[in-house]
Structures are given as C-alpha cells and as structure tokens.
C-alpha cells in the first residue's frame, strides 16, 4: 500500500510561481513511475506530468511544456512538481499518481493523492 500527499497548492497571480510537493509513503517508492493529474470544473481529468522509474524519461502536457518541471527525490520519497508562468486556466485540482512499474503514461494509476487546489488569478 502506498498513500500520497500532496501540498503547495494555493493562489497565485497570473505569472507567478508554485512549487507542489508529494510525499510518498510505502515501499518500493523507486519503482513507480509518478505524476500529476490535474481537474478543472465541468473538465475531464488530464496528465500534466509524468516521470518514469528507471529511466529519468519525462512527460509534459502541450499546454504546460516550458512552464512546468516534474523531478523526484527517491532518498525522500517525493515528487515535485515546479510551475511556473501560471495562466488562469491552469486553475484546477491537481492530483498525484503512481503506477508500479508504469510508463509515463500513466495508464491504469495505481494509487492517487487527495488533491491540492491550485488558482491562477487574472
């Protein structure tokens, strides 16, 4: 069993900076390929970003590519998610994900994290 908590959520001005944290706890932290989710109201949920487990290989939504920046610590068993350049319609919540073994596409998540709203103001 694994659980993840996320934290770094809030509100921000257009152009302003987050930084999200997920803090895994568990085992076997470095076999899971790991990510971000994120839901808009009346929108379907979408993968933001992904890293893989092994190969450092990374994933990025058109829509984030150049702002946002996944890394992962395995020594802290935590994932990170930078972003930057927020736009209002980055505003959503934003989930994460791991997938035992998975690849960067995140199919068939294992196990979510509870959430951490973010808001991007005009």
């Known amino acids: 069993q694994v659980q993840l908590v996320e934290s770094g959520g809030g509100l921000v001005q257009a152009g302003g900076s987050l930084r999200l944290s997920c803090a895994a706890s568990g085992r076997a932290f470095s076999s899971y390929a790991m990510g971000w989710f994120r839901q808009a109201p009346g929108k379907e949920r979408e993968l933001v970003a992904a890293?893989?487990?092994?190969?450092?290989?990374?994933y990025y939504a058109d829509s984030v590519k150049g702002r946002f920046t996944i890394s992962r610590d395995n020594a802290k068993t935590t994932v990170y998610l930078q972003m930057n350049s927020l736009k209002p319609e980055d505003t959503a919540v934003y989930y994460c994900a791991a997938k035992f073994l998975g690849g960067i596409d995140l199919q068939r998540v294992d196990y979510w994290g509870q959430g951490t709203q973010v808001t991007g103001s005009s």
């Open positions: 890293i893989s487990w092994n190969t450092g290989s990374r």
